[in-house]
């Protein structure tokens, strides 16, 4: 049967002072839409997979995680006692999987991005369903450039597998612009959404060849579970996993990997500069999320707490962001230094800003 | 005897979201210090008066200055049944230390301004009143220039009327910066910080002969009040005299004028870009009030609520202000700009920001 695990576990600090430590980035809807982005991504797999749904998530966001999907049952969470990264999770996600199912087929989806053609989307992992069933090898969902992006890695695209699938030739970095340029021009490149879908015991044998040790802490737990012992047994050995992505540990180096190609407005809210690629900007250029006030002002990105007013002019190509008990102001150009200044209130014990 | 009177009726925008409708900048730091400027004001005053000190304010305001000023007497706060200009209040002001005092000295100042060198600012004050004790004349207290301030009118100083006092020979309007230069250079012209010192019967004289509207309004409250029935007529009959500025009714048209240089500090915290007048920068030029994180910005000036975080990187000469439910980002050469901001909030009915 077809499963979707999607990965609820990040805790980034690129979307602050919206995403904090307690309330990440998939439980907030950043303008996408009426609900978060992880209610979203549920919706649409649900329309899929029906109930066979699961959220992997850290233990102490179990909670938020019923929260934002009341419908969920507890057992469809599995709670990773401590971070140990993608490897880790997907890896104890296909143990659950195969301990319900020993043929599940296991899309693991990204909790919070945003994708503007639903219907495209189905479209897309359903045939990557059909071909992970049919293949033994991990299928991956790439994603049509639509610019020189370099904050995304690529997937350069190798043979054809047949009309509708290839394979990938090679995962790359996040390239420079130069080289994101190149990458558009050529068409052999599309964007590394993150998603995989693959039998969840072919999951399972790679990371033995590929990453033993990992291997044998998810095998233990495996055990302990056929004897109900799983939670335990897990909370003991999860964390002392290797904390490895699943791009290094098994994507990069398993073979063969297909891929299908996706047109569906893919955006993966990384950045405050993302926001423009899904909302509509004013007359001036300026996207609004919340009460904003502009004069003289162009081409800047406003966000506000629903009951507070962003008032700007004289400013061009900024962001300026209001939510909660903070603000943010930063060129449009200079996104990614929020990172440097969440270091900082680490640094300085600020934790009350995190 | 000699009497401070406080004016505290202004409600400016240019400090905003700071200063609110309902909380204008009088009753705000705005980093001048523990306390108020209106507190800061009343203390200055005191050690020059002791209690023959008023406050001249809006009738919808007069709780607020009770809260800022607990130990004045209710008896002290002279309120404007509604807002007609400073002729009116200082009129009005004449009149009721008249009622108390046949023989009052009046010195009138606005409660919003900032003093650096107090004891300075005593010397002058003590001079002033001096100086109108025994000249028919009104005397107003000129600041010593330190920049070429486009921002503030000034006095033209005419012949010596003695070592310490001069005429004015003309009150100017805020100059273009060409202007203020020569004015600066030349030696000749003194910032008028809207500080005036005159007998109050003077007062009221140079008022019947130059506002004879208002003068009769006045001499009706007045006459009323020897009948107690002093704030019934003024509920009357103040609203309908005639909204003009002191400076517009008299000071330009009263001759002598004497002026009196003092150079203690002054600042009038007219807009944001002052700040950096009377706080400390740090070492990358950036003033902060309250809470702030900076990476690679410079010669910012960054407010925020004493619980809130203002975290900025990669900008130079901007204004962020945080205060209650509203954030304003603009240049620090753009600062007059928010009153059009204020102006969009009041068209868009905008009121619980304004």
Not at 70 to 75: A, D, F, I, K, T
């Given at each position: 049967m077809r499963h979707a695990v999607i990965l609820a576990g990040g805790g980034g600090t690129r979307l602050w002072p919206a995403s904090r430590r307690a309330l990440p980035k998939q439980f907030l809807t950043l303008g996408t839409g009426p609900v978060s982005l992880l209610t979203s991504t549920a919706n649409r797999l649900a329309s899929v997979c029906e109930d066979r749904l699961y959220v992997v998530t850290a233990a102490d966001q179990v909670e938020q995680v019923q929260h934002a999907l009341?419908?969920?049952?507890?057992?469809k969470i599995i709670a990773e006692?401590?971070?140990?990264?993608t490897a880790a999770a997907l890896g104890l996600s296909a143990v659950h999987l195969l301990h319900r199912d020993p043929d599940a087929i296991m899309a693991a989806i990204p909790s919070d991005q945003h994708i503007g053609d639903e219907e495209e989307f189905r479209r897309v992992l359903s045939l990557a369903f059909a071909t992970a069933e049919t293949e033994d090898a991990i299928v991956t969902v790439g994603i049509v450039p639509t610019r020189p992006e370099t904050g995304y890695g690529y997937l350069k695209l190798g043979a054809k597998h047949n009309e509708q699938v290839s394979e990938v030739a090679e995962f790359v970095e996040k390239p420079d612009s130069e080289t994101a340029q190149k990458y558009l021009d050529s068409g052999e490149y599309l964007w590394n959404g993150g998603m995989f879908i693959t039998k969840a015991a072919r999951l399972l044998s790679e990371i033995e060849r590929l990453m033993p040790e990992t291997y044998k802490g998810l095998k233990t737990i495996a055990d302990a579970m056929s004897e109900g012992r799983g939670d335990e047994v897990c909370a003991r050995v999860y964390p002392e996993l290797p904390s490895i992505s699943i791009d290094y540990g098994v994507m990069e180096k398993t073979s063969p990997v297909l891929t299908i190609a996706g047109d569906?407005?893919?955006?993966?809210?990384?950045?405050?500069?993302?926001?423009p690629d899904y909302r509509d900007a004013d007359s001036d250029g300026n996207v609004i999320l919340g009460t904003a006030i502009t004069h003289d002002a162009s081409n800047n990105i406003l966000v506000g707490d629903p009951d507070k007013m962003v008032a700007v002019a004289g400013i061009s190509n900024m962001v300026v962001v209001q939510s909660g008990n903070a603000v943010l102001v930063l060129p449009r150009d200079r996104v990614q230094d929020v990172r440097a200044l969440v270091q900082a209130m680490r640094d300085g014990k600020l934790d009350q800003f995190l």
């Open positions: 009341p419908e969920l049952s507890r057992s006692p401590s971070a140990r990264n569906f407005q893919w955006n993966d809210v990384g950045s405050w500069s993302a926001l």
